[in-house]
T-cell receptor, first 111, second 118 residues
Framework: GENVEQHPSTLSVQEGDSAVIKCTYS??????FPWYKQELGKRPQLIID?????GEKKDQRIAVTLNKTAKHFSLHITETQPEDSAVYFC??????????FGKGTMLLVSP | GAGVSQSPSNKVTEKGKDVELRCDPI?????LYWYRQSLGQGLEFLIY????????KSGLPSDRFSAERTGGSVSTLTIQRTQQEDSAVYLC????????????????FGPGTRLTVL
């Protein structure tokens, strides 16, 4: 089955800095890679996703890049704000309808 | 519209007891997923229902865990003879129909049930 590794487990940045979270996956059949944000005490919510026929996707301050050859994908957040503080999860589908999630990255943005 | 709901929000039980956790998906969503989230861990897939098809039970950790989905809507996750290691937040998610590898739809999560086994 699919295996997803996510790094770092914790990331602290100053407000206005950029943050990058990286994930690797094992199953070359994976073709869907979503990112979820989970604020403290709340449910995970989809913030951006990318499909294997696309190398990069942007949505305002967030972007995701995908390198299928190397089997890794990354989340980039620019001009971070305190409200970006949360746990971020990457996932890959292994070619099926179910998702395998990484263990999460706790992002702390200090004012 | 109403999102995914789960009940109870919190459940405290004694080791060895059985528990039932309920999930009400978004109306019209045919796909339903159960996950387990332990402290410091990611979202561990448990089981997946798609319409009337046989569920994908590949993530269930032991035969003490089971789930059913009645009428293609409400789902119940049952844990028999609970153990302390079952303590976690159990999350349910639903999505529109996923068809093979060509179409993916966002999974909408419920608020979760926090299970504590004493």
């Amino acid at each position: 089955g699919e295996n997803v590794e996510q790094h770092p487990s914790t990331l602290s940045v100053q407000e206005g800095d950029s943050a990058v979270i990286k994930c690797t996956y094992s199953d070359s059949a994976s073709n869907y890679f979503p990112w979820y944000k989970q604020e403290l005490g709340k449910r995970p919510q989809l913030i951006i996703d990318i499909r294997s026929n696309v190398g990069e996707k942007k949505d305002q301050r967030i972007a995701v890049t995908l390198n299928k050859t190397a089997k890794h994908f990354s989340l980039h957040i620019t001009e971070t704000q305190p409200e970006d503080s949360a746990v971020y999860f990457c996932a890959a589908n292994g070619g099926y309808s179910t998702l395998t999630f990484g263990k999460g990255t706790m992002l702390l943005v200090s004012p | 519209g109403a999102g995914v709901s789960q009940s109870p929000s919190n459940k405290v039980t004694e080791k060895g007891k059985d528990v039932e956790l309920r999930c009400d998906p978004i109306s019209g969503h045919t796909a339903l997923y159960w996950y387990r989230q332990s402290l410091g861990q990611g979202l561990e897939f448990l089981i997946y229902f798609q319409g009337n098809s046989a569920p994908d039970k590949s993530g269930l950790p032991s035969d003490r865990f089971s789930a059913e989905r009645t009428g293609g809507s409400v789902s119940t996750l049952t844990i028999q003879r609970t153990q302390q290691e079952d303590s976690a937040v159990y999350l349910c998610a639903s999505s529109l129909r996923s068809t093979g590898t060509s179409i993916y739809n966002e999974q909408f999560f419920g608020p979760g049930t926090r299970l504590t086994v004493l």
